[in-house]
């Protein structure tokens, strides 16, 4: 997910794509355990779109904190 999409979600959808995401990391490292994946590479864009949510969350938290 790009950075100026995550800009257009509203707080809520950015929770929810955040809780996605990790979920959706967990699954992938489990099986990458267990039997490598095909694309190792999905792991590390992942961890950089749950890094690029997480910024955005806290950017609007310091938002409001003003």
């Given at each position: 997910?790009?950075?100026?999409?995550?800009?257009?979600?509203?707080?809520?959808?950015?929770?929810?794509?955040?809780?996605?995401?990790?979920?959706l990391?967990?699954?992938?490292?489990?099986?990458?355990?267990?039997?490598?994946l095909?694309n190792?590479?999905?792991?590390?864009?992942?961890?950089?779109?749950i890094?690029?949510?997480?910024?955005?969350?806290?950017?609007?938290?310091?938002?409001v904190?003003?």
């Open positions: 997910m790009k950075q100026a999409d995550i800009k257009n979600l509203s707080t809520d959808d950015l929770q929810e794509q955040l809780a996605e995401n990790v979920t990391i967990e699954k992938l490292k489990m099986s990458h355990a267990v039997s490598p095909e190792p590479k999905q792991i590390t864009v992942a961890r950089k779109t890094a690029r949510l997480k910024t955005e969350i806290r950017k609007r938290e310091l938002q904190a003003k």
